[in-house]
């Protein structure tokens, strides 16, 4: 005979948040098949990915992993056995929760999950991902709407930072119609702001990870490159496009060629080790070790972009090409964009010898499929620096709701 024992709880909108922890939906079969797992798929700027409250997934941490593996289909063929895109953006998970940490509303782990193997790396953050993250809570009534914007204090568990998320609302309701775009995103939406506050130096301690401006590479025996290493939520490391052979205008088809790419993994390694997030003998990919992220800048120019729109060097500062998971990034990280535009703010580093303008808090960066506007608050003593404040406004919403299904045996004890 055969035994089901079965709870469904159903999905509702603008819950109040003391609710959050016992609410759920599982299916326990005796006979042993699957696992419901409550799970909202949502954009959050350019990126794309689900968001899991903590209470529905396994405590421990590795079997937490491997049923995130699965729900993505993570695997060496791919991912076309789970809700995987096969691509940096479309594979990255938000793990939420309430917190009052710091005076914040809710937590926010980010994972980059990796599309050919089970690994999934939280020594990284998203801020894309971060304004559906704050869409997510008010919808789902963990923070209380204020009228015009309700301001979403998110714990950062990756960064151990603060970020503040600003969601529109107007007679009681969320505002999700505007004319706010995105370059790399069709249509508009209302603009949701994300924050970044004090993010400097949130992996390896100091917004500066080596005190140098910048650093020097060997590549070779004669051969050397200038770098700069910024840690601004991410670590990122800046080249200039002409030290690589490139102009910086370059598409998709021309900066995924594998010369280049190994070329740029061969110098991310060498960063990585100078700044001691891996060790010297630790076997290093792209897919196992996201960071350092590398970002390849060059002097403004016209340029026709992926969707065949003419990029005018008179609309931008500087142009960057974004380097995730050792692919070009079809538009530009939020984080990789406001550490860009702390870098341009600090005098003698490769992407202010290369910026178009005088040092400004607001810096147009050309991307792939268009632009994206960063405004930045850096301070200095002289010595050292500080980002007081990084924003950007995004677009998000929700696309899906529901479960998604795993082996009950995944789910542990």
Not at 15 to 44: A, C, E
Not at 107 to 113: L, R
Not at 359 to 375: D, F
Request: net charge neutral; with cysteine; glycine share 12%.
């Amino acid at each position: 005979m055969i035994f089901y024992l079965s709870l469904n709880v159903q999905y509702t909108l603008f819950i109040p948040w003391y609710q959050y922890y016992f609410r759920g939906v599982f299916v326990v079969n005796i006979h042993g098949q699957l696992y419901k797992v409550p799970s909202v798929l949502m954009r959050g700027g350019t990126s794309r990915g689900l968001i899991l409250k903590d209470v529905d997934l396994p405590k421990d941490p590795y079997e937490r992993d491997l049923v995130i593996a699965k729900i993505y289909g993570s695997s060496k063929n791919g991912q076309i056995d789970g809700i995987g895109g096969g691509t940096p953006l479309t594979s990255k998970v938000a793990i939420v929760g309430v917190t009052h940490k710091l005076g914040c509303d809710i937590f926010y782990t980010f994972g980059q999950v990796s599309t050919n193997n089970q690994k999934i790396d939280y020594n990284v953050t998203c801020g894309n991902m971060a304004s559906a993250v704050g869409l997510f809570a008010v919808e789902e009534g963990l923070v209380e709407l204020k009228e015009g914007s309700t301001k979403v204090r998110i714990f950062n568990t990756n960064t151990k930072r603060i970020m503040e998320v600003e969601i529109p609302v107007h007679n009681g309701h969320i505002v999700y119609d505007g004319d706010f775009s995105i370059s790399g995103v069709s249509g508009t939406g209302s603009c949701i702001m994300v924050n970044f506050l004090d993010f400097g130096g949130a992996l390896t301690g100091k917004l500066l990870p080596t005190g140098n401006v910048v650093d020097f590479i060997h590549l070779s025996k004669n051969n050397q490159i200038g770098v700069s290493i910024i840690d601004v939520g991410n670590v990122l490391v800046f080249i200039k496009a002409s030290d690589l052979n490139l102009e910086g205008t370059e598409l998709s088809l021309e900066m995924n060629n594998s010369k280049i790419q190994q070329s740029i993994e061969d110098i991310r390694v060498k960063c990585g080790r100078l700044i001691g997030i891996y060790k010297e003998n630790e076997t290093v990919s792209p897919e196992t070790h996201a960071l350092p992220k590398m970002v390849i800048v060059a002097e403004p120019a016209d340029y026709i972009d992926e969707t065949g729109q003419k990029i005018l060097k008179s609309k931008i500062d500087i142009i960057g090409r974004y380097i995730a998971m050792g692919t070009l990034h079809r538009a530009f990280a939020v984080s990789g964009a406001i550490g860009l535009g702390v870098a341009c703010n600090i005098p003698g580093s490769i992407p202010n010898t290369l910026i178009s303008k005088n040092i400004s808090s607001k810096i147009i960066i050309g991307h792939p499929t268009g632009t994206i506007l960063v405004n930045v608050e850096v301070e200095s003593d002289g010595s050292s620096y500080r980002l007081i404040k990084g924003g950007i406004g995004r677009t998000a919403r929700r696309i899906m709701e529901g479960n998604t299904l795993v082996p009950i045996e995944l789910m542990g004890s």
